[in-house]
């Protein structure tokens, strides 16, 4: 990581007190950060790579590790079932294809933030309606195709809901921790339009410090104050 900063500022011709300057700290400082004797903090990290004109993710990413456990996808079923039961609209079941992938990224993350690993192993990707794993489109087709879930349209949302709404313990792969973490976030959102949910994930770090299409590091919610990684702000309101 510190030879990519170093040969990204040399190719632009700047000087380390010029870029120094532009992330609020010393030149000598900032020759410990090229040397890697130095970290920064996340808002210096994201000053830095608007300095070098490149994007956070681009910078940092190959400085974070690889998840901690791999994609399990029983588990990730597991959990989208859970879901359009928890948080279901009460009158027919069904949740927005948006607002689930929203709840399935909160999961993940929140997950993460207390344990230092996904639930589902999976990566996200910063896309206009995003964050959200490649294979959630597919899981979902996979399901719908299996008869797990029905698709109806209202308007232009595409609303999903379970053809068996009985959750089998058999096909349990959450420990109890997760399940509850799953219901406290299900009960958080689950009044709240798609477009609040789209928004408080777009006000997150993971999200703003990465460019379109960019791999998300799990990492980058470490920094987001406890209040703010799942738990619905006051202001938010308002149905599906």
Known sequence: MSGNIKRLREQLGLSQSAVADEIGISRPSYDKVESGEKELTIGQAKNLASALGTSFGNLFSDSFSEPTIRYNERKYKDMIRRFISYAGADSDGRIPKTKLAKLLYLADFSW???????????EYRRIPQGPVPDEYFRVIDSMYENGEIDIKFSGKAMMISLN?????????????EQDDLLRNIAKEWKEARTESIVNFTHNQDPWRMCADREIIPYELIVQEDPEHVYKRPLAVSGAN
Do not use: C, K, R, V
């Open 112 to 122: 993460f933030y207390d344990h230092l690993e996904p639930i589902s192993g999976l």
């Open 164 to 176: 068996d709404s009985t959750l089998d313990p058999q096909d349990a792969e959450l420990t109890d």
